[in-house]
């Protein structure tokens, strides 16, 4: 079963990401990313789509032409995991 991270944990991960923002209900992590237009941010989320299912780790997001806003929890914990932050790291190197 996966577990939370702790308060120091989680400070040592989030300082390496440092593009997502803490979100408190649920907890989690969040970024925004912008694309010039809907075919790339869709493109984006297509990568992303794959990413998620290999890992089976599932993203909260929303999308609007060109925006995509991505929220990562892990729901089996109640909160912020390894899994989401490892999820956040594939995804900031597909957005590189
Ligand atoms: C049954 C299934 O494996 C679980 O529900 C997985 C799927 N994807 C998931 N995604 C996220 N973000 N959190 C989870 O706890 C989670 N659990």
Redesign the pocket.
């Known amino acids: 079963m996966i577990e939370k991270l702790n308060d120091e944990e989680r400070a040592v991960a989030l300082a390496g990401l440092p593009e997502w923002g803490g979100v408190a209900e649920p907890d989690g992590i969040s970024r925004s990313f912008s694309f010039g237009n809907f075919v790339e941010a869709f493109g984006f989320m297509t990568k992303v789509a794959l990413l998620a299912e290999k890992a089976?780790?599932?993203?909260e997001w929303s999308n609007v032409y060109g925006r995509v806003e991505i929220m990562?929890?892990?729901?089996?914990?109640g909160g912020l995991s390894q899994?989401d932050i490892d999820l956040a790291t594939a995804i900031n190197a597909l957005a590189a």
């Open positions: 089976d780790h599932h993203p990562l929890t892990t729901h089996d914990a899994r």
